[in-house]
C-alpha cells in the first residue's frame, strides 16, 4: 500500500501562486503516473494535472498556462506550481499515483492524498 502526503496549501490572495508538494511512503517496481486533482464543496473532483513515468505532463484546459507539474523520482515527490490564483481555485487539492497508465479520469489511480486546503481570497 503506498500512502502519500501532500503540503504546500494554504491562504493565498488573488493573483498569487502556491506551490503544493506530495510524497510517496515506498518506491515499487515501477515508476508512478503523478495526478492532481481538486475538489470544492459540492463539486464533483476535477482533474488538473498529470505527469507520467517518463516525464510527459498534461494540464486541463483552465489550468494550462499556468501550472506546472514535475516529478523527481529519487525522492519520490511530486510538485505542483499553480499561478495567477483565483478565487474560484479554492479546493482541497489531492495528489494520486498509479503504478499503470494515468488520464484524467479519478479513475486511473488507486493511491490518493488526504488533500491539503487551498483558499484564495480577494
Known amino acids: 500500500q503506498v500512502q502519500l502526503a501532500e503540503s504546500g496549501g494554504g491562504l493565498v490572495q488573488a493573483g498569487g501562486s502556491l506551490r503544493l508538494s506530495c510524497t510517496a511512503s515506498k518506491r515499487t517496481l515501477s515508476a508512478y503516473d503523478w495526478a492532481w486533482f481538486r475538489q470544492a464543496p459540492g463539486k464533483e473532483r476535477e482533474f488538473v494535472a498529470r505527469?507520467?513515468?517518463?516525464?510527459?505532463?498534461y494540464s486541463a484546459d483552465s489550468f494550462r498556462g499556468r501550472t506546472t507539474i514535475s516529478k523527481d523520482d529519487a525522492k519520490l515527490t511530486a510538485v505542483l506550481q499553480i499561478n495567477s490564483l483565483k478565487i474560484d481555485d479554492s479546493a482541497v487539492y489531492y495528489c494520486?499515483?498509479?503504478?499503470?497508465?494515468?488520464?484524467?479520469?479519478?479513475?486511473?489511480?488507486?493511491?490518493w492524498g488526504q488533500g491539503t486546503q487551498v483558499t484564495v481570497s480577494s
Open positions: 494520486a499515483v498509479t503504478e499503470g497508465w494515468g488520464t484524467q479520469s479519478p479513475r486511473d489511480y488507486p493511491y
Open positions: 505527469v507520467r513515468s517518463d516525464g510527459t505532463t
